[in-house]
């Protein structure tokens, strides 16, 4: 990766919008605009893995939602439980009277933890939901 030969390329945008970036990096640290951007693309990279990838993956799916809503907290258990081999730790937040928030850590292949993922975000009553993916070293 370091041997790699450096490309330069240019982007056009709406100045307001390089503003805001800018605002967000600097808070966040980076030194230039190069180091961020890349980090943003290696990241859009990783998510974006076909879903017929063969490696093996970990990450998290991170659910919000109303556990009052009818049979939703069955239907969500009886998906995990299909997924069981994918499944590494679960860790449920009662984060008010009506709300929950949960983060299944998952290891697999992408199209299973794809899979996994959408069934149990697609459900009724579930109010965020997101796979994020890391490569294993
Ligand atoms: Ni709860």
Redesign the pocket.
Known sequence: MENNKLTRFGVSMDEKLLESFDQIIHNKGYQNRSEAVRDLIRDFIVQHKSSNNTENLAGAILLFYN?HQNNLVNEMMSIQHGYHDNILATT???IDHHN?LELIVVKGIMSDLQELSDKLITLKGVLYGKLTISPLA
Request: aromatic share 0%; hydrophobic share 20%.
């Open positions: 556990h449920h937040l009662h929950c």
